[in-house]
């Protein structure tokens, strides 16, 4: 299973989860002290904005950082669960999980999973540069972002909801 956090979640929701595989998505990453059992092959760092177009002085999220995104959901051995974060646990970090989620089930459909983040967080935003770049690359043919589209906007929030996506 995936766990969806905030940075200031993030100690709590790897202690309460007992994860060993964790993704972080943030452009001043090196700011950060992460959780000293993780080992470096099984903590996968995305220094990206959360942002969708290019702006300058900002990190767009692009097919490079997907791609390692999806790549390394696909080497997760599952025995232990992952945690995907990012500063607020809103946009980045559920764009992040909504794609593992896609990439690990190819046949599930994406309005389901899409529909299980909403359930588990009101606050979810999916970032939609994340989910479409994800799209192209697995090759769902826009399924993936119309159905993040189609959740609409999440509740107004500083802190997203942390949850849990099961992966069946």
Request: proline content about 6%.
């Amino acid at each position: 299973m995936i766990h969806v956090c905030s940075l200031a979640r993030l100690y709590a929701t790897v202690e309460e989860t007992r994860a060993r595989h964790v993704v972080t998505l943030l452009r001043l990453s090196d700011r950060v002290q992460w959780p000293d059992h993780i080992v470096p092959d099984n903590h996968l760092i995305l220094a990206v904005d959360d942002i969708v177009d290019a702006a300058e002085g900002y990190t767009v999220p692009a097919e490079e950082h997907v791609g390692r995104l999806i790549a390394f959901a696909n080497q997760w051995d599952r025995k232990t669960p992952m945690v995907v974060h990012c500063f607020a646990g809103i946009s980045r970090s559920t764009g992040a999980a909504f794609v593992a989620a896609c990439a690990l089930n190819p046949k599930r459909d994406e309005n389901e999973i899409a529909r299980a983040i909403r359930n588990a967080s009101p606050t979810a935003q999916p970032n939609t540069r994340i989910v479409g770049v994800a799209d192209r690359l697995l090759k769902r043919n826009g399924r993936m972002i119309a159905a993040v589209e189609a959740l609409g906007p999440g509740e107004p929030a500083t802190e997203g909801h942390p949850f849990r996506l099961d992966l069946h």
